[in-house]
């Protein structure tokens, strides 16, 4: 089985301001890691996700994460954020056996502040 | 249709009484996942059908609640006796069934009960 961490509720940031959010996971088999986006008053949706190779991975967004195996985290990153970011994000992990489930972490909201 | 479909989109119940949400996936999708959102809260796992596999219900809060799967794909989350701390946004989601796809999510079902 596994698990996710989010341990910030809350990130308040300024326009064009970088931002991190933090993400740990536990899990005693291999795993891909997710992180979705939810925007105000919409839906959840993909927002990167890493599956192998490349331990850094992009959004068309701007935002980036780093898998780390030795830190078992996921970490998503924008260098300068924008109004449009303000959300709620959801690290995600799964293993990588056949039919594995999806377990969330408990969600960051974003806000970003003119 | 194109995405995974939730209904009803709204329902407000009366305390104790039985509730029915449906979920229809998106066409060849073989697993299937219920999260439960409350105000302020993350994602909460409740049930997780995959193939021909017996569901893990491992997140159901309590007996009150269950789901079925039939032929499947359409899926029925039922809640009965339901009481006000059952409030909150029901979501269906859907993938190929491996771990490394995309869970796509439905907009959700909100529930209120008074």
């Known amino acids: 089985a596994q698990s996710v961490t989010q341990l910030d509720s809350q990130v308040p940031v300024f326009e064009e301001a970088p931002v991190e959010l933090r993400c740990n996971y536990s899990s005693s088999v291999s795993v891909y890691l997710f992180w979705y986006v939810q925007y105000p008053n919409q839906g959840l949706q993909l927002l990167l996700k890493y599956l192998s190779g490349s331990t850094l991975v992009e959004s068309i967004n701007g935002f980036e994460a780093e898998f780390n195996k030795s830190q078992t985290s996921f970490h998503l990153r924008k260098p300068s954020v924008h109004i449009s970011d303000t959300a709620e994000y959801f690290c995600?992990?799964?293993?990588?056996?056949?039919?594995?489930?999806?377990?969330f972490g408990t969600g960051t909201q974003l806000k970003v502040e003119l | 249709g194109a995405g995974v479909s939730q209904s009803p989109s709204n329902k407000v119940t009366e305390k104790g009484k039985d509730v029915e949400l449906r979920c229809d996936p998106i066409?060849?999708?073989?697993?299937l996942y219920w999260y439960r959102q409350s105000l302020g809260q993350g994602l909460e796992f409740l049930i997780y059908?995959?193939?021909?596999?017996?569901?893990?219900k491992s997140g159901l809060p309590s007996d009150r609640f269950s789901a079925e799967r039939t032929g499947g794909s359409v899926s029925t989350l039922t809640i009965q006796r339901t009481q006000q701390e059952d409030s909150a946004v029901y979501l269906c989601?859907?993938?190929?069934?491996?771990?490394?796809?995309?869970?796509?999510f439905g907009e959700g079902s909100w529930l209120t009960v008074v």
């Open positions: 995600a992990v799964s293993g990588t056996g056949e039919g594995n489930k999806l377990t």
């Open positions: 066409s060849g999708h073989t697993a």
């Open positions: 059908f995959q193939g021909n596999s017996a569901p893990d």
């Open positions: 989601a859907s993938t190929q069934g491996r771990g490394r796809n995309t869970i796509y």
